[in-house]
């Protein structure tokens, strides 16, 4: 998915094993000699130190904990408008940042950090015992990218003006890969491993909250952007697998790409999203790390000139300008000029220097009609695909769980990133199973009884005075980050709001 707000933007835990000096015989120990007992990787979601406080500045000062003036002013100084989207910040807001052990993609002991962001204050949504939100964030292409740092992160900002500054306590993990994590790559949109992570994170941040002063409801919430919202409700898969240990309340999948192996098939049946150069590797990569199989060496997957340097190359410290200048990765062309089917509107992810080689989208295609996927809205997966990238993409499909908890799911039906029929096709498959969802199209004419009025009228007057300032094209530019993010978000508070008065 597009990196979030840049406009312009089994697996097992496994026993790492002692080794000896010196000569073995052929069942691995010299006689004589004692085998050392292995050594059992780290606990999953225990902490690395403890919780450190970040300092914000903010009024001219340097700040631990901002009161709702502070925050307020801090937020418009930013971002002018957020406090509008957001409301005005009931509660002051203290940063913190945790390290925990978790797991990478091919269950590989590694570790990660998230932020918590703790409300406080006098009023009645800010004292006592507060709800939990297990945050999940969009796609970056920087590794250092840190939900901790609300000054440099807009999303970061955001999710604590719309959720912390109204009372939740905010858990956002960053991600292993991401943030000073020592792995060199990021599972993305890996189910297994990204709700691992995220389940993880919350076991770190319950184990500092007596610490930082969060004080846990039990009421629980998890929610994401972008892919953020495929990683949410992974999560939520997880968490009601793990049982009685992460007892959920409601869930909010924003923007998500929930339906992935759809998403695969369009894209490769000549409908491109923009940012597939990078969205694709990065799929790619995480099932290649997986121990998916997905190809012998990248040259099977992508033309030469990208072959050498692609894997394990995004995240990292380029952004998409620079991937491009450098001609590490084409700006569009995803596919060769003459590689067919071409669908009406996508000729710009067809061109020369392209990334992906044309008999490997070939043999994709080939699949799809041996073994064509969503011919039934309420079994989208009862294809048994025989070509390795659909298998790891139906693997990792959501249309696969049944939520028990409420759930949300919120979109905008023209985002040229992340296409709606993602939304569409989970709140379809769910409800033919007997889930509560709902689903919210935020670029809707709101009704006068509209629950979500304010979010849709709120959405609809950035994008006329965004269309009004600056045209068509910077409405298809911003639309995913810049304008139905927020509203979403928003969107998702009020619900889980509504759930938590219930």
């Not at 797991?103 to 204050?121: K, L, R």
Request: proline share 6%.
């Amino acid at each position: 998915m597009r990196p979030f707000f840049t406009l312009g933007s089994a697996l097992g835990l496994g026993l790492l094993l002692s080794a000896c000096g010196g000569g073995t015989t052929a069942g691995g120990t010299p006689a004589g000699v004692t085998a050392p007992a292995p050594v059992q990787a780290p606990l999953r979601g225990s902490l690395v130190g403890s919780a450190a406080a970040v300092a914000v500045t903010a009024g001219g000062a340097s700040v631990t904990t901002l009161t709702p003036s502070v925050l307020a002013g801090f937020l418009e100084s930013a971002q002018k408008g957020t406090t509008l989207v957001a409301g005005e910040p009931q509660c002051a807001v203290s940063v913190y940042r945790v390290r925990y052990n978790t797991v990478g993609g091919a269950g590989e002991a590694t570790d990660a950090s998230a932020a918590i962001f703790v409300p406080s204050g006098s009023a009645a949504s800010c004292t006592n015992s507060r709800p939990v939100l297990l945050y999940a964030h969009g796609t970056s292409l920087q590794k250092s990218y840190d939900m901790a740092d609300i000054a440099g992160n807009t999303e970061a900002r955001l999710a604590a003006a719309v959720f912390a500054a109204q009372g939740f306590i905010v858990v956002a993990p960053n991600y292993a890969g991401y943030a000073g994590s020592s792995l060199g790559y990021h599972a993305y949109l890996d189910r297994v491993a990204q709700a691992a992570d995220m389940l993880d994170g919350l076991r770190a941040a319950r184990a500092s909250f007596a610490a930082i002063g969060a004080k846990d409801s039990g009421k629980l919430m998890v929610a994401g952007y972008s892919q953020g919202g495929y990683v949410a409700l992974a999560a939520q898969r997880a968490m009601q697998e793990a049982g009685s240990e992460f007892p959920l309340t409601a869930a909010a999948g924003l923007s998500g790409p929930y339906a992935l192996a759809r998403f695969g098939d369009e894209l490769f049946g000549g409908a491109p999203r923009n940012g597939a150069t990078v969205i694709v590797p990065m799929i790619v990569n995480a099932g290649q790390h997986a121990s998916a199989a997905l190809y012998r060496t990248p040259a099977d997957v992508y033309e030469a000139q990208y072959a050498a340097t692609i894997a394990d190359l995004v995240p990292g410290t380029l952004g998409s300008g620079e991937l491009v200048s450098q001609g590490k990765l084409p700006a569009t062309a995803l596919f060769a000029f003459d590689s067919l089917p071409q669908a009406a509107g996508y000729t710009d992810y067809f061109g020369a220097n392209n990334l992906i080689r044309s008999d490997y989208r070939a043999a994709y295609l080939a699949d799809m009609a041996a073994h064509p996927c969503d011919q039934d809205a309420t079994s989208p997966l009862a294809c048994a695909p025989a070509q390795p990238l659909r298998k790891w993409l139906v693997r990792n499909d959501l249309r696969s769980y049944q939520p028990a908890a409420p759930t949300l799911l919120c979109a905008g039906h023209d985002d040229p990133v992340v296409p709606y029929f993602n939304t569409r096709a989970a709140a379809t498959y769910f409800r033919a199973r007997g889930a509560n969802v709902t689903e919210l199209d935020i670029d809707d004419t709101p009704g006068l009884s509209d629950p979500y009025r304010t979010a849709k009228a709120g959405f609809v007057t950035a994008r006329t005075v965004l269309r009004a300032a600056s045209g068509d094209a910077a409405v298809a530019t911003n639309y995913h980050a810049g304008l139905v993010a927020p509203f979403c978000m928003a969107a998702a508070r009020d619900y889980f709001q509504k759930v938590l008065s219930r």
